[in-house]
């Protein structure tokens, strides 16, 4: 296979657990409201998974949501990667599960663990493989399940996450008409890591340390202050690299933790109000299936078409950071 130049969306799909969990429903079990969480983070509801449901199984169907989306067959892919914090198992992958369930087993098949960064993460390294001819079509899957994760009578955490998957096909793009040219693709990408911050946002147990899954911990005020700096400074990045302004940016698909560091982010940068696409309202946070979870909906909708700049941006914990431009 020849070198390709980048790669780009062929379709998208999503996955949302059947059980929807209110403000008021959270309210009825610990000391907080309806009120305080609207104004706080804009959350009005999250879907939890039930029996039965995994980080697996949602992947699958957001999987084959996307592939129907793209007009093909599991055959066609040759390489799968999920993003998640939250795998079924501790090994093998998730990717593995989801790759047998397809029923395309052979291609290259593994997970990235970037927590809410993840899909910028997994787009990156997918986008890189195929340039590289890795493969030729590849499925990058967003997929978590937090409610196994969250400790239920921790009030400044539990009310913050919720379940899902989020599921893009890419396919290495064509050189006679790359995204530098003007055609879809990939545009440019950056990510970025530091440990240090490992403190204020992480999960107090593991296989190597407490052999148990834990519970996620957060400081969350400062993990804001972080995530308004670090976003706006890798969105700049990203902005320079492709060459673009701002006001080229069609619609921003950001990372869905908090309304207000959507609105703080998208001030800083001078981007209106109106390009963001905003579903933490109705999904909360689900960490590293927001993005594409966001973008699924927003095409099936209308409001992303074919020809649309995007931008994809996450921050998250490590601390983790990231965002790609993308033509559609
Ligand atoms: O996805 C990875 C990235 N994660 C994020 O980006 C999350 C970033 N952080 C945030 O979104 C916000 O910091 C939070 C939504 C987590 C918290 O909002 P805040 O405005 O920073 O509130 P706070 O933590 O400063 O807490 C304010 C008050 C406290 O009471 P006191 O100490 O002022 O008396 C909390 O105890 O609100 C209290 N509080 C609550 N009250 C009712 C905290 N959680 C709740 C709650 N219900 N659920």
Redesign the pocket.
């Known amino acids: 296979m020849g070198q390709a130049t980048g790669s780009r969306i062929l379709g998208s799909g999503s996955a949302l657990p059947a059980r929807v969990l209110t403000n008021a429903d ?1 309210a009825a079990q ?4 309806d009120e ?2 609207v104004e ?2 804009g959350i009005r509801q999250r879907y939890i998974a039930g029996e039965g449901e995994t980080t697996a199984s949602l992947a699958i169907e957001a999987a084959k949501a996307a592939l129907a989306d793209a007009g093909l067959e599991a055959k066609d892919i040759g390489l799968i990667v999920v993003a998640t914090a939250t795998p079924d198992n501790t090994f093998p992958a998730t990717a593995t599960k989801v790759q047998h369930a397809l029923g395309c087993n052979g291609g290259v098949a593994f997970d990235v663990a970037a ?2 960064s993840g899909f910028l993460y997994a787009l990156t390294t997918a986008d890189s493989l195929l340039t590289t001819g890795t493969a030729k079509r590849a499925l990058v899957i967003g997929a978590e399940t937090f409610s196994r994760i969250l400790d239920w009578e921790d ?6 996450f919720g379940d899902g998957a989020g599921a893009v096909v890419l396919e290495a793009a064509d050189a006679a008409n790359p995204a530098s040219a003007g055609g879809p693709g990939v545009l440019a990408s950056r990510l970025h890591a530091d440990g240090a911050n490992h403190d204020l ?1 992480y999960v107090d147990g593991g296989p190597s340390t407490t052999q148990t899954v834990g519970h996620l911990r ?1 400081k ?2 400062e ?2 202050r972080h ?1 308004v700096v670090n976003l706006s400074s890798v969105l700049k990045e990203v902005i320079e690299d492709a060459g673009v302004s701002a006001d080229d940016i069609d619609w921003v698909v950001p ?1 869905q ?2 309304a ?2 959507l609105d703080a982010t998208a001030k800083k940068l001078g981007i209106a109000p109106e390009k963001i696409i905003v579903t933490v309202d109705k999904h909360a ?1 689900t ?1 590293a299936a ?1 993005v594409p979870l966001a973008f699924d909906v927003a095409r099936r909708d209308g409001r992303i078409k074919s020809g649309d700049l995007v931008m994809f941006e ?4 490590g601390f983790t950071w990231g965002a790609s431009l993308v033509r559609i």
């Open positions: 959270l610990i000391d907080t409201s305080w969480i706080r983070t927590v809410c009030r400044t955490t539990c009310v913050l946002l957060m969350g005020r993990v804001f995530a990372h933790a908090n207000r560091i946070n960490s927001s996450a921050m998250g914990g």
